[in-house]
């Protein structure tokens, strides 16, 4: 829809929004109407640099034309249905994302915690079969996220979110440790215990990878205890970081990873893979999902898969991401920048405000989010190029100067 085929203003939109939308957001004062590649336009074709692309979703570009193609083809043909009959491209996804990351079964969801929620449980159920009614214990990561349904909520190790905060007492069953320190994760472990949850990078928790010895340890640990391991790679999935998945960056492999966000392109979709004997966990009537392996997303999914892997957008991101983060650490104020792949964190000395260099970009029509008080992110589409890096540190620099002032 555009304002101009509608007869409205921004501003009926906006006043729409206020009066009927329940809001938990910080608008930014602006309509997105359309966007393509690396940017996002407003009504009046005004462009904005687009380095969040839609929260690490549309990976291979805004409105990338192959998965927009692939939307509209599967749209003439069958839009929605019960997971009862097979469809074309569940069965053709399914096949490309467990060849790719060399796992054995895939279940589909909507979202990013949705898949999280699902990896929880299918671990539990596993833990409860296998060994006992009381092997259900997960230990997750201090400032982790993992989503805002009660269970990925619960395994979140942020007591003080807002994600959790007046919502009553937590899902019982989780334990959480301090990230990147083996020991500490070690040691809370108990006999109930039948799985860890981590990020390979903590993404709200302020863009700090997990070291090497670290995630090694971890599956290490596991294998040695009878436990699973479990990959949250929702945010670093497909190519974000230098690599198809996170995990390979670590030369490891999760009994469960959970995926959401770039699998789709734009299309809401969520999954987990696992290996074939934890995923015999999930028997008919344990898990369900009525939109869950929707044939539009999946249509569009198999699409964007192909664009990442076929563009190499793994490599670009790894190379794209180095060159950008060496560029951001010779700005002003800068304590340190942080980065796997194109996922970015780029942390100020006490006297620059991430949320106030957040909104200068905007200012300047560059497009990036502020995590914690002098933090700011970035998560560009992948196929960001050095000169578009250019762009965006000249504008986080303006900012920062005037900031000075």
């Known amino acids: 829809m555009k304002l101009k085929d509608i007869g409205l203003t921004f501003q009926d939109i906006k006043d729409k ?35 969040y ?26 839009m929605h249905t019960f997971n009862y009959p097979y469809t074309i491209p569940q069965a053709l996804l399914a096949e490309k994302v467990c060849e790719t990351i060399g796992m054995d079964k ?29 092997r259900y214990h997960i230990v997750t990561a201090k400032m ?9 909520m619960s395994a979140t190790g942020q007591p003080g979110n807002g994600c959790q905060v007046g919502f009553g007492p937590m899902t019982y ?30 993404g709200e928790g302020g863009v700090h990878p997990a070291t090497m010895e670290f995630m090694q340890g971890l599956r290490k640990f596991c294998d040695e205890n009878d436990m699973l391991l479990l990959i949250d790679e929702v945010q670093t999935g497909w190519c974000r970081t230098g690599a198809v998945m996170s995990y390979m960056n670590y030369g490891i ?32 009537g344990s898990h369900g999902t009525t939109f869950g392996g929707h044939p539009v997303s999946c249509a569009a999914a198999l699409a964007e898969v192909n664009e990442l892997l076929d563009r190499d957008l793994a490599g670009n ?49 560059l497009l990036i989010t502020a995590i914690g008080a002098h933090i700011i992110r970035m998560i560009p589409p992948l196929i960001v190029t050095e000169e578009e890096c250019d762009k965006a540190v000249a504008i986080i620099e303006d900012t920062i100067k005037s900031l000075e002032k």
């Open 253 to 284: 492999k999760p009994d469960i990873v959970s995926m959401a966000k770039a699998l789709g392109g734009g299309m809401p979709i969520g999954a987990i893979c696992a290996t074939a004997e934890v995923a015999k966990a999930f028997t008919a």
């Open 106 to 134: 895939i279940f589909y969801q909507n979202s990013g915690t949705e898949a999280n929620e699902a990896m929880i449980k299918m671990a539990r159920k596993y833990g409860i079969e296998k060994y006992g009614p009381n």
């Open 17 to 51: 929004v206020n009066k009927y939308m329940i809001e938990t957001y910080e608008r930014f004062d602006f309509l997105a109407e359309t966007a393509e590649g690396m940017y996002i336009y407003d009504e009046n074709k005004t462009p904005y640099l687009d380095f």
């Open 173 to 202: 069953g989780f334990s959480y440790a301090p990230y990147n320190d083996l020991q500490a994760f070690k040691d809370a472990c108990t006999e109930n215990t039948i799985a860890i949850m981590v990020e390979p990078v903590q």
């Open 317 to 365: 991101a790894k190379k794209v991401g180095d060159y950008f983060a060496a560029k951001l650490e010779k700005l002003p104020h800068v304590k340190e920048v942080r980065h796997q792949g194109l996922l970015v964190g780029v942390e100020f000395d006490d006297t620059i405000g991430g949320v106030d260099v957040k909104h200068g970009c905007l200012d300047r029509h």
């Open 144 to 152: 982790g996220f993992h989503g805002r349904t009660f269970g990925a």
């Open 53 to 78: 692309a839609g929260i690490a979703v549309n990976s291979a570009g805004n409105c990338n034309p192959k998965v927009v193609a692939a939307a509209k083809d599967q749209l003439d043909d069958i």
